[in-house]
DNA sequence: TCACTTCTATACCGACCGGTATGGCAAACA
DNA sequence: TGTTTGCCATACCGGTCGGTATAGAAGTGA
């Protein structure tokens, strides 16, 4: 609505392109977002950004790149393999109710991302690894990968919720069930 | 990729375009698919779409308003409320089931829609109503609106991962978790 | 000092978008 | 019969899109 907000001065062109085109594209829509939004936001001109990036699809490919890899370097730093299944797999769903909490959560980034790029988009790779990423956690998790696949399905099932509802009440229904499945 | 193919010439030209439309939007995308594309499949021009919607708005809320209608007549005919619970959860399952075998799956297309179409448009009237309607549905089957609320969101994690697999066995999955839920 | 890189600013491109206007033709209906 | 209604075709509107071109300013390192 409103004209480009105060925009994050630090670091290099490139970075602050990242950090814009993440803000816009996670919450106004990767298709909405052009070019020179994401440019004006990152207090950058057009041709900066495509001094930095072959395309705007390639732009949108490092910026979920950029998601997935920190949330490897989240899982590595406090996942902690030798804690019981119940209390990695719950806080896996939590982390997701505190960005609700926060409000900082506007749905599960790659699966706006697959409705909004074509199917043979460079995003969509990345895409493919964040599900191939969530499914060996919990295989990891559980030591069974079926059971891996039913929970990833729950927990994105809950992302959808609670992205249509606005509340973090789906997903802490949908940890409760995780849960209850690792129970039996 | 190609030009529009042989396009349905039954009925009338606002029956065609919802034809046409619905085929395009949830094959291609709402905001891919252009209203002169639409026209055109229904073997129809501009002026004529305009003549019997308002907006691209309208044509993409009566389109979803058409499936919701549909999926309500289908479920008031085939759904049998004496039946056992187990079999009509499986039922409803099962219909998403077939259309990934037919081809003819493409994602849930009220959460796609969420993605493509901004808050405020007619549409998302449309897509409440129908999370409302499977919830509904699952609380009239289960008896209890938490074990609703759970399934749904089995069922929609189900449909994304059918989606992103290519296959229906995420879907199989996802039923077989339904019904443990409620065995229990 | 000079060359190189990276940024800025601006102007432009062709394509497509949703939406409107006009005018004519054909069938249905009085 | 005359009139209305629905559809046709075409041409156009302003705006935005992703992407390119060009020329100059600023900083850096040799």
New interface residues.
Partial sequence: MTDAPAPARRGTARERLLVAAGELFYSE?I??SGVEAIAARAGVTKATLYNNFRSKDQLVAEYLRGRLESSRRNRARFDDPAQAPAGRVAAFFEEVEHAIANGTFH?CPY??A???V?GNAEAMVV??EH?ADVIAHFTDVTGDR?TA??I???????M??A??SGTAE?MA??K??AL??IA?
Same sequence: chains 1, 2.
Avoid: H
């Fill in positions: 829509g298709n909405t749905g699966s706006k697959a409705v909004e074509p895409v493919q599900y079926t696949e039913t990833a399905m729950i927990y994105d099932g809950g959808l919720a992205k249509a789906p229904r949908a409760a069930a209850r499945l039996s």
